[in-house]
Structures are given as structure tokens and as C-alpha cells.
């Protein structure tokens, strides 16, 4: 069976230093971002065009921009409004990753040492874990590491 790592990571809260650390020490290939925006000035050091740059730089690793693997905007508003309750929010995205992707294939190979990118500090309530835990069941060699 093939075997292959996915980590994920949060930039929140995190100096770059620490964030780009993490990242080299982890051996990533690749960034994919999860985010629907990614290029809010708030995004500091990791809006799109920066964060592509210092990927470039000091780790030597691809970026891809992956919204379709984020929440709809109202799924977000509604659970960031407290509309909806997390496992609401987690069951309704899980259906619409499994809308989005039925006929999809993946592959451990594709996966293995890419890091999926969000902004929350941890991913207990993030969607990044949510994407990576529905992954996992699409391969079940893929092991999921949170930085």
C-alpha cells in the first residue's frame, strides 16, 4: 500500500520566522492554499504574491491556490456568524467536498509532503483539517500531520 504525508498549517499568530521554519523543517514540496481570499492585506506575510516569492526563496517549494477546496462564502459567514454550529459546518462541507470531487482522483504521490494552508492558528475548527480528514478517507495511506 502507498503511504505519503499531508501536513497542514495555520499563519496566524505565527512569526515568519516561525512559520517558514516549520515549513522547511517539515520537507514540504509544496504550499496548496485552502483559503477563499489570499491576498487581504491582512494576510501579512502570506498574501498570495509574497508568500509565493518567499516560498520561492527560502524553501524552494511550489504554491498552488486551491479555493474549491475551501468553504462557499456562506458556509464561512453563516458558522463565523455562529448560525450554524461546527459540526453543522463540518457536515455540510464535507458534503460539498464530496459534491465537488465524487469523480475526482487523487493520489498519495500528489499529496505526499504538500502542507495545506489556512489562516487559523490551530486546525481543530478549520477547514484544513476538515479537506485533509476527507482526503485521508478518499486514501487511506495518507497520514496527516498538523504543524
Same mark, same amino acid.
Given at each position: 500500500?502507498?503511504?505519503?504525508?499531508?501536513?497542514?498549517?495555520?499563519?496566524?499568530?505565527?512569526?515568519?520566522?516561525?512559520?517558514?521554519?516549520?515549513?522547511?523543517?517539515?520537507?514540504?514540496?509544496?504550499?496548496? #492554499?485552502?483559503? %477563499? *481570499?489570499?491576498?487581504?492585506?491582512?494576510?501579512? $506575510?502570506?498574501?498570495?504574491?509574497?508568500?509565493?516569492?518567499? &516560498?520561492?526563496?527560502?524553501?524552494?517549494?511550489?504554491?498552488?491556490?486551491?479555493?474549491?477546496?475551501?468553504?462557499?462564502?456562506?458556509?464561512?459567514?453563516?458558522?463565523?456568524?455562529?448560525?450554524?454550529?461546527?459540526?453543522?459546518?463540518?457536515?455540510?462541507? #464535507?458534503?460539498? %467536498? *464530496?459534491?465537488?470531487?465524487?469523480?475526482?482522483? $487523487?493520489?498519495?504521490?500528489?499529496?505526499?509532503?504538500?502542507? &495545506?494552508?489556512?489562516?487559523?492558528?490551530?486546525?481543530?475548527?478549520?477547514?484544513?483539517?476538515?479537506?485533509?480528514?476527507?482526503?485521508?478517507?478518499?486514501?487511506?495511506?495518507?497520514?496527516?500531520?498538523?504543524?
Amino acid at each position: 500500500m502507498d503511504e505519503g504525508i499531508l501536513f497542514t498549517i495555520g499563519f496566524t499568530k505565527k512569526s515568519a520566522e516561525s512559520f517558514f521554519t516549520m515549513l522547511e523543517r517539515s520537507g514540504i514540496r509544496a504550499i496548496i #492554499d485552502v483559503r %477563499l *481570499q489570499n491576498t487581504s492585506h491582512l494576510a501579512g $506575510f502570506t498574501k498570495k504574491e509574497d508568500l509565493i516569492f518567499f &516560498l520561492n526563496r527560502i524553501i524552494k517549494c511550489e504554491y498552488m491556490h486551491r479555493p474549491e477546496w475551501a468553504p462557499t462564502a456562506a458556509l464561512l459567514d453563516a458558522y463565523k456568524k455562529k448560525e450554524i454550529a461546527w459540526g453543522d459546518y463540518a457536515s455540510q462541507f #464535507d458534503q460539498l %467536498l *464530496q459534491e465537488r470531487f465524487a469523480r475526482k482522483d $487523487f493520489s498519495i504521490q500528489a499529496l505526499d509532503r504538500t502542507c &495545506l494552508l489556512c489562516s487559523e492558528v490551530t486546525a481543530d475548527c478549520c477547514h484544513r483539517r476538515l479537506v485533509a480528514e476527507w482526503l485521508q478517507r478518499q486514501l487511506p495511506g495518507l497520514v496527516v500531520q498538523h504543524l
